[in-house]
């Protein structure tokens, strides 16, 4: 399901040294909410995810 299709999305960005989380409202076009951490275990619904095939390139 694409983004434009929930009232909200959420983003993990990687800043260097920790991680921000940022809860996106689709309708009003800004950030809502956001969340630093450093700790790897809080990115698993993540890794559930992201399907990483469409990011290597295959020659």
């Not at 983003?11 to 630093?36: C, P």
Request: charged share 20%; with cysteine; proline share 3%.
């Amino acid at each position: 399901m694409m983004c434009h299709e929930r009232p909200c999305c959420v983003f993990l960005y990687h800043m260097g040294g920790f991680f921000a989380e940022a809860l996106h409202s689709v309708a009003d076009k800004r950030v809502m909410l956001v969340y630093e951490f450093n700790n790897t275990w809080i990115q698993a619904p993540y890794l559930e995810e992201v399907v990483i095939s469409e990011l290597i390139k295959r020659e």
